[in-house]
T-cell receptor
Framework: QQQVKQSPQSLIVQKGGISIINCAYENTAFDYFPWYQQFPGKGPALLIAIRPDVSEKKEGRFTISFNKSAKQFSLHIMDSQPGDSATYFCAAIRESGNQFYFGTGTSLTVIP | ETGVTQTPRHLVMGMTNKKSLKCEQHLGHNAMYWYKQSAKKPLELMFV???????ENNSVPSRFSPECPNSSHLFLHLHTLQPEDSALYLC??????????????FGQGTRLTVV
């Protein structure tokens, strides 16, 4: 059973537009939710993360929105740029209990 | 450059071969990880080492054997692999093994093909 469901699988956005990637989880024991960015030929790199005690976290053009009651969280990329083209992974972690699950990834293409 | 170096970058091996993947981190971290990344599947955590001690083995088949001689080096020994083991194998390191390596630095990976 997949613990973290991520959508869409791929996304194409015009330059300057907003990219939105969604994730949903089942286990309410998860207590840390990071997003990773992966460029071709590179390993994933931590982009931004949130804990469930806040509903939103913003870092530059990247924002995580967190809906605890719906068990959903999403990544918003404002003013998307061609350099943002990459694969994005969400993850859900339970700090105790050794539980760490990634989503299946979203391939983002930003068209100039 | 993230400070985590993996070699080789690409590896093709037969099902009867024995090979090893190497990972080295120059960040002074004390936790290291092996992940498997297959196409259209979630990243799978395979092994966790914290202060050179294996703290997690996520039901990984015995044909994968990790080794962590010190906190800077991590190996993954491979033998009698199957074609379905073909994937990108990622090494990562972090200062502590909590929160479960989320703030880990990843290497570029080894692209493994089993023929």
């Amino acid at each position: 059973q997949q613990q973290v469901k991520q959508s869409p699988q791929s996304l194409i956005v015009q330059k300057g537009g907003i990219s939105i990637i969604n994730c949903a989880y089942e286990n309410t024991a998860f207590d840390y939710f990071p997003w990773y960015q992966q460029f071709p030929g590179k390993g994933p790199a931590l982009l931004i993360a949130i804990r469930p005690d806040v509903s939103e976290k913003k870092e530059g053009r990247f924002t995580i929105s967190f809906n605890k009651s719906a068990k959903q969280f999403s990544l918003h990329i404002m003013d998307s740029q061609p350099g943002d083209s990459a694969t994005y992974f969400c993850a859900a972690i339970r700090e105790s209990g050794n539980q760490f699950y990634f989503g299946t990834g979203t391939s983002l293409t930003v068209i100039p | 450059e993230t400070g985590v170096t993996q070699t080789p970058r690409h590896l093709v091996m037969g099902m009867t071969n024995k090979k090893s993947l190497k990972c080295e981190q120059h960040l002074g971290h004390n936790a290291m990880y092996w992940y498997k990344q297959s196409a259209k599947k979630p990243l799978e955590l395979m092994f966790v080492y914290n202060f050179k001690e294996q703290t997690e083995n996520n039901s990984v088949p015995s044909r994968f054997s990790p080794e962590c001689p010190n906190s800077s080096h991590l190996f993954l020994h491979l033998h009698t692999l199957q074609p379905e083991d073909s994937a990108l194998y990622l090494c990562a390191s972090s200062q502590e093994s909590r929160p479960r390596g989320a703030e880990a630095f990843f290497g570029q990976g080894t692209r493994l093909t089993v023929v």
